[in-house]
């Protein structure tokens, strides 16, 4: 499928998934995409970012947690190559030496193993519910204010895309 498919107009509509009124054109000759705002005159004003903090506040012990096990996941890798150093080091050693080292060095890549195991889903989980409820938050809020409304905002074109 290509762009000629979909007529001579190099002008494509998308809808924003906050139901917001943004249209996008691509220009032939650059490729650019330039964004409008509202046909009405209306500009849209950006959500301040400290609301959507104070949304996420009862999510806190969430977030802490899960920069706790972001930090773990980010120490893995360097700790890794610490590693290797070591593992590499012991090769040079007496057998008997070589023997004990090389156990010990398999004990901590297990032990790394099971954090990587622990720390990334977790990370995961964590991040995923609290942004999961600040969705929930947010969408709620809308609704309620769209149901709140007088009829007669319904009956303005600007609010029904």
Not at 50 to 75: C, D, Q, T
Not at 83 to 91: N, R, W, Y
Not at 109 to 123: D, K, Q, R, Y
């Amino acid at each position: 499928m290509t762009k000629d498919s979909f007529g001579n107009s190099n002008r494509y509509s998308f809808k924003n998934p906050l139901g917001l009124s943004v249209e996008l054109h691509e220009d032939e000759i650059t490729g650019e995409q330039n964004k409008d705002d509202l046909s009405n005159g209306k500009t849209l004003q950006k959500a301040p970012i400290g609301r959507l903090f104070y949304l996420n506040k009862p999510e806190v012990p969430f977030l802490l947690l899960g920069a706790i096990a972001a930090s773990v996941h980010g120490v893995i890798f360097p700790l890794f190559g610490i590693l290797m150093s070591g593992v590499i080091k012991a090769f040079y050693e007496p057998p008997d030496k070589l023997r004990k080292d090389s156990s010990f060095w398999a004990l901590i890549s297990v032990v790394l193993g099971f954090a990587s195991f622990i720390a990334i889903p977790g990370e995961y989980l964590l991040f995923g519910i609290a942004g999961g409820k600040l969705i929930e938050r947010v969408r709620t809020l809308s609704f309620q204010n769209i149901v709140h409304q007088e009829v007669a905002w319904f009956d303005n074109p600007s609010n029904s895309r």
